[in-house]
């Protein structure tokens, strides 16, 4: 069984940063790419940013510049740092991992339970 833990969320003012970590855990083989989602209240989850195995990343426009993803392959975790964080990145931030396991080699993608990003005066 696989399992995406993210942790890290929180209220944050506008300007402010939080870092969001996601580990992925289990009878994993090999993970190719990881991402982050989030969504809003009475909105679609919208895709954030993505990294691939070899370290190539992809952002939503809305957060070019200000947010940055990364991964640590030895540790199975996936990072969001946001900065110069807006109101409207208010969401719960989703993380998900492209991944295999021993027992099922075909990827399939997992899913975390998600962390509550709020930003806020």
């Known amino acids: 069984q696989v399992q995406l833990v993210e942790s890290g969320g929180g209220l944050v003012q506008p300007g402010g940063s939080l870092r969001l970590s996601c580990a992925a855990s289990?009878?994993?083989?090999?993970?190719?790419?990881m991402g982050w989602y989030r969504q809003a209240p009475g909105k679609q989850r919208e895709l954030v940013a993505i990294?691939?195995?070899?370290?190539?990343?992809n952002y939503v426009d809305s957060v070019k510049g200000r947010f940055t993803i990364s991964r640590d392959n030895a540790k199975n975790t996936v990072y969001l740092q946001l900065n110069s964080l807006k109101p409207e990145d208010t969401a719960v931030y989703y993380c998900?991992?492209?991944?295999?396991?021993?027992?099922?080699?075909?990827?399939?993608?997992?899913w975390g339970q998600g962390t509550q990003v709020t930003v806020s005066s």
């Open positions: 998900n991992a492209y991944l295999s396991t021993a027992s099922v080699q075909a990827p399939y993608l997992y």
């Open positions: 289990g009878s994993i083989f090999s993970i190719y790419a």
């Open positions: 990294i691939g195995s070899s370290g190539s990343t």
